[in-house]
């Protein structure tokens, strides 16, 4: 089977076995590393206790798109 037909028997797939095909390819893309994971596990819990001590103060999503939006200039 050709990339060509399998492409096209994808899209014929219902939405969400779409994704799910999109999950596993991406998945195979980009494996999991246990160490990096480890890494950004010990980054969220830092910082997750950073804002409950009130060392630092979470800016609203909102406003965080806001000032990317002023700072490159898109709308």
């Known amino acids: 089977m ?3 037909e399998i ?3 994808v899209t ?3 939405a969400e076995e779409r994704l799910r095909v ?3 390819l991406l998945q195979s ?8 994971d480890e890494r950004w596990a010990d980054v969220a819990e830092r910082r ?3 804002i409950r ?5 979470p800016i609203p999503g909102e406003e965080v ?5 002023e700072r490159f200039g898109h709308e």
């Open 53 to 57: 001590s009130g060392s630092v103060s």
């Open 12 to 14: 014929l797939l219902p």
């Open 65 to 69: 798109f806001a000032r990317i939006r």
């Open 22 to 24: 999109v999950d596993v």
């Open 2 to 4: 050709s990339t060509n």
């Open 48 to 50: 997750l206790e950073e």
């Open 29 to 36: 893309l980009n494996t999991p590393d246990p160490e990096i």
């Open 7 to 9: 492409i096209e028997e």
